[in-house]
């Protein structure tokens, strides 16, 4: 029988799910050899669980959710979380640094009405996840690597050096040294192919950080390159905020 | 179910829709008492987290809004910066947005008509099982798909949350060479839109007419990057007026905000909004196809509101092309300098008129946002349809009713993460 694949969705854009119908080549073929039996986003035909491999989107950030995890981890065989909302809590993590009833009062005229966590978390906050594909949103062939690792039952071949190891095999130019261009590439997981640097822009960071990575070294840097605190908080401020959050600034050993 | 005019009906999560939500119809022997489309997707807080950025982090962080329409985000959040900026970005550079825009209208079309619509026309549950039916026709909207995400990855580094779109432009501009490597793919797009007008023009649609006001941009162009709002009563106002030309108001079953016209009421914005106020501006192409299709001076009927956006697709592949045969490279960006003042800018995703409104300081920090996305405008409209839709039909049983639902309201291809997650059909009968 083939192997049973889902979807789920928790507090997200749905960018990363959309990555895999952004699969135009391969979806068709994909679907020849995983039965999809639960994608919301795409079907509105559901098989029951178990399912062999879930791929999970979002962060947690609300009482229900943090129930319905639970559930979707006891009918997965493996669960693999997909973008920097699951394994990160995303953008909307940005809530943990400040007073989320105001920011609810912000928003919505009748904030009772509104049922909200105070922090947004990871998913593995809540459950033991099999893997993390980083992104925001994740790579196309990242994804179909970590698809076809789980098939063949291997362990998917994702390295974790940072952008800027990238950038050099693509031959860009050194955004940071041709023309002072704060970038957090030498900081920021692989795996987006160092688009941002290819288009001339600094790395924002949106893979998270890369394994070991040397922050402390890199704001003295941008400190160097004329960039003020309040910038370069901001920039480590984003999709990633809580996992930036957590790497400490002395060089690792 | 129990009997006649006392049942409950329950169906578990709505499918092909971006997001999750949920339904509530409550019935009363032979009427319908109260439709409630509730929306259960986690609120984000994006309008609470912008106030602090720096005047030229919206673009990047507000597409992380919709994955389906992350360029929709960055050019509204770019003229609402510009704007307060005071600042115009147009000419060859507005032709540039534009043109990826079009990539944005295509693909995200392409995916609503041919992996969520048309499953619901020809009785599948998902495009994949279409497939094994008709492969070439689902191969067909890959493609089509595929095309529209090769503008946006060339223009801005990846389909989904481009990287290369700033304040004022671009980072880097194409070569003209780069650009021209787009134009095979495009011209077997144009024959392959025109291909989808006739197929889904043939579909069987059920009857269901609606007298909403329509409200779309309005301009010179068929409007995508930019416009004057304008309704089909023939009130218009300036984008700069949209928050007291149009009232948020928040219902209790939904975390996403409803709107309504001061002077009017509901409404609708969206492909069928836009053709009924632009026909006459479509590409020549799209609009002798839109003829052919049987459409009139406008569209009234939600179901066929496919036919109308896969006219779009026609229209936003001609505008391609045309854009790319008169390109000549652009300085990539207008310089933005901050100033203090506020901010207004609309235009039109795939799903119709998206707003955004920024105040910012003296130092170039933003200080408060609005963003009044197209499904949250169109929430009472749907609801309103669906009551319609359910008065109507009250001698089907639950099970015809509810996909008939389901139904309806996915052609309005309604984006729920925008909007504010599982849509939950309860339909309660007493
Ligand atoms: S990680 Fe980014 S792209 Fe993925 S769902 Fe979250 S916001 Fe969207
Ligand atoms: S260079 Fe950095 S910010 Fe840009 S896409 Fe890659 S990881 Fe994301």
Partial sequence: MAPKLAVWKFASCDGCQLTLLDCEDELLTLAGEVEIAHFLEASSAVTEGPYDVSLVEGSISTPADAERIKEVRRISRRLVTIGACATAGGIQALRNFADVEEYRSVVYARP??????????????????????RGCPIDRGQLLEVLSAYLAGRRPGIPNHPVCFECKMRGNVCVMVAHGTPCLGPVTHTGCGAICPAYGRGCYGCFGPSARPNTGSLKTWLGDIGLARPEMDRMFATFNVTAFTEVPDDPPA | MTHRHERTLNIGALARVEGEGAMQVRVAGDRVEEILLNIYEPPRFFEAFLRGRAYTEPPDITSRICGICPVAYQMSACRAVESACGVAVDGPLGDLRRLMYCGEWISSHALHIYLLHAPDFLGYPSAVEMARAYRPL?????????????????????????????????HRVPTPR?????????????????????????????????????????????????GTPRTTTGAAFEVADFEDEVAEYQVPHSTALHSRLVHGGRYLTGPLARFALNRDRL??????????????????????????????????????????????????????????GRGHGATEAPRGLLYHRYDLDGEGLLTSARIVPPTSQNQAAIEEDLRRLVQDRLDLDDAALTSACERTIRSYDPCISCAAHFLDLKVVRS
Wanted: some cysteine; overall charge negative.
């Fill in chain 2, 138 to 170: 689902v191969e067909r909207g890959l493609e089509l798909k595929k095309t529209g995400n090769a503008i946006i990855e060339l223009l801005g580094g990846r389909a989904i949350h481009p990287v290369n779109v700033r304040v004022g432009g671009f």
């Fill in chain 1, 112 to 133: 009772e009405y509104v049922a909200t966590l105070a922090e947004s978390t990871p998913i593995s906050a809540h459950v033991p996840v099999d893997f993390e594909l």
């Fill in chain 2, 178 to 226: 780069e650009l021209r490597g787009l134009v095979p793919g495009l011209r077997r797009a144009l024959e392959d839109a025109l291909a989808t007008v006739r197929w889904v023009a043939g579909f069987d649609f059920p009857d269901l007419t609606f007298d909403h006001e329509f409200l779309a941009l309005t301009g010179e162009e068929y409007p995508l990057e930019r």
């Fill in chain 2, 283 to 340: 590409s020549p192409l799209a609009h002798e196809a839109a003829a052919d299709a049987g459409l009139g001076h406008e569209c009234r009927n939600p179901f066929q509101s496919i036919v109308v956006r896969a006219v779009e697709i026609v229209h936003a592949v001609e505008e391609a092309l045309r854009v790319i045969a008169s390109y000549e490279p652009p300085p990539p960006y207008v310089p933005v300098r901050a100033r203090a």
